[in-house]
């Protein structure tokens, strides 16, 4: 089993013709001081087709619920998302 993490940009749309490009920093924060997170950074250019990217096992759940980790506190986990994007593209009015 693992941590599956996706970006999903302007799914409902029903233009189909629009494009946008975008890089992204998908993050699990660690709680515990001293222990860094764990990150991933893509590329890509969503569209009506490829409206998400991301990974089906972005981490092991082992890895993710080993305490020793520290990844989980108060049953919780924190994840993020950082975001650079162009202007969309082909996008009708």
């Not at 302007?10 to 993050?27: E, F, T, Y």
């Not at 991301?54 to 950082?82: C, E, R, W």
Request: with cysteine.
């Amino acid at each position: 089993m693992a941590l599956g993490f996706f970006l999903q940009c302007n799914g409902d749309s029903p233009d189909p013709w629009w494009s946008c490009k975008a890089s992204a920093v998908l993050r699990v924060h660690s709680q515990t001081e001293g222990i860094d997170d764990i990150s991933r950074v893509f590329t890509q250019t969503f569209n009506s087709k490829e409206n998400e990217w991301g990974y089906p096992q972005f981490m092991a759940f082992d890895t993710l619920a080993d305490p020793a980790n520290g990844f989980i506190k108060n049953d919780t986990i924190k994840l993020s998302v950082q975001v650079w994007a162009d202007a969309p593209q082909h996008m009708s009015d």
